[in-house]
């Protein structure tokens, strides 16, 4: 039997170049590989064209699809007479270097062009592999950029200005528990946080909507916290005067009364002026006050507002707050009464005393964009995504922090939706 570099150097009359030479059709169809050695073809320096290299790749590609085999081919070639060195020329016995080295070839000066094949290299059983072409590589990133360009056109455009969810929430504690609303059921409260009213992301026809679908749930209490202004500086065509967004809020309707916090974005703009606008409209905001709310049932319930911690900034990112927790826990009178407490950022959350059954929050929007697995990358919130989003329960009681409905820093939502909260409790 003949070696392959023995059949190397025999040279085959052709008609065409490359592998379509008759030497190498019996090998087309899959079958147990033997080495096939010896196909040579010299190509004349008038008949190499760009055509040729082509014919080539199609021939390649009809032999790994139909046969399933690889086939292995040396290639050689001469420019100008002067042969490539020989190591380099085993580099490329390789059928994935095949594309690289026909464009490599230019088509002038004229080139001497041989190749021959050596045999076919039988592939197992199984899925043929698909090699990575330049075409399919293009193909791939374009898709990735399609996809790329759909899920960002769906988190600027679609999530934060068209998507509204309710996220539903049980809670429990021995202080909340008996608790009943006017028809028999557990207390239902309705939580809205962080509109950030503005054109286009927030404008007065989203704020009326999210009213009457929080209204149509009919729940026994609602209460507001914080954040009405725009939290966005750029990407804003409008803000919403306060005027208006504070009269939308005036249609909130639930039996026990609508109540509000503040947030650090109405302090950044004028905290005193938007307090006054929600108290024109019937709104009391409770900032470091309780007050007892009765239920039908006869019990009582503390609700209790926390000033903004991040009311006033200093400078370099550092912030003095208007919060007074003890001065507020001083108003609770009575130990068997249950306390919700409301505060617009989370993170008072560890301080929180155990005397209060449940706190509401809003302030981190959920990060604004959770990714799958890796969850929100950026929370505003010393603690990370601790208190990111939902319910929290540490030893000193619990907390629900909303996503609130609207955008700031960048008017992007991603898997968190603009969220109405509703809590039944009982
Ligand atoms: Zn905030």
Redesign the pocket.
């Known amino acids: 039997m003949r070696s392959n570099d023995e059949c190397l150097g025999e040279s085959l009359p052709s008609r065409r170049p490359g592998i379509r030479n008759q030497q190498h059709q019996p090998c087309l169809p899959a079958r147990p590989i033997v080495p096939r050695v010896g196909a040579k073809v010299v190509t004349s320096p008038k008949r190499f064209t760009r055509e040729t290299q082509r014919d080539n790749h199609l021939n390649i590609a009809r032999m790994r699809r139909d046969s399933c085999s690889l086939p292995l081919l040396a290639w050689q070639c001469r420019i100008q007479n002067q042969q490539l060195a020989r190591d380099r020329w085993h580099s490329r016995t390789r059928e994935l270097n095949f594309h690289a080295i026909t464009h490599q070839i230019p088509t002038w000066p004229p080139a001497i062009f041989e190749h021959r094949a050596i045999g076919f290299i039988h592939r197992p059983p199984g899925p043929c592999v698909q090699l990575i072409t330049r075409r399919s590589l293009l193909k791939t990133l374009a898709g990735g950029a399609l996809i790329a360009g759909a899920l960002g056109s769906y988190a600027f455009a679609v999530e934060p200005r068209f998507r509204l969810a309710v996220s539903r929430y049980r809670v429990t504690t021995a202080r909340l528990k008996g608790l009943k609303s006017a028809g028999g059921g557990p207390l239902r409260v309705a939580v809205l946080a962080?509109f950030h009213a503005c054109e286009p992301w927030m404008p007065m026809s989203r704020i009326n909507h999210i009213v009457a679908t929080t209204n149509a749930m009919k729940p026994d209490l609602t209460v507001l916290l914080?954040?009405y202004v725009a939290g966005l500086k750029r990407f804003r065509s409008a803000i919403v005067p306060m005027r208006q967004w504070s009269s939308a809020l005036a249609d909130l309707e639930a039996p026990l009364g609508v109540h509000a916090i503040l947030?650090?974005?109405d302090w950044w703009v004028d905290g005193p002026i938007v307090r006054e606008h929600l108290e024109r409209v019937g709104i009391p905001v409770l900032e470091n006050r309780a007050i007892q709310l009765g239920l039908p049932s006869g019990k009582r319930l503390w609700l209790a507002g926390l000033g903004d911690q991040l009311a006033i900034p200093l400078g370099r990112g550092r912030f003095r707050g208007v919060d007074d927790l003890a001065g507020t826990m001083e108003q609770i009178k009575d130990e068997h009464n249950p306390v919700i407490m409301l505060a617009?950022?989370p993170d008072i959350f560890p301080k929180m005393p155990s005397r209060v059954d449940l706190t509401l929050s809003?302030?981190t929007h959920g990060g604004q964009v959770r990714l799958p697995l890796m969850g929100p990358p950026i929370v505003p919130s010393r603690y990370g995504q601790r208190y990111a989003h939902g319910h929290v329960s540490e030893d000193n009681g619990q907390m629900i922090v909303s996503g609130g409905l609207g955008c700031s820093m960048l008017p992007v939502r991603f898997g968190v939706p603009p969220e109405i909260v509703m809590i039944e409790m009982g």
């Open positions: 962080d914080g954040d947030g650090n974005h617009h950022e809003g302030h």
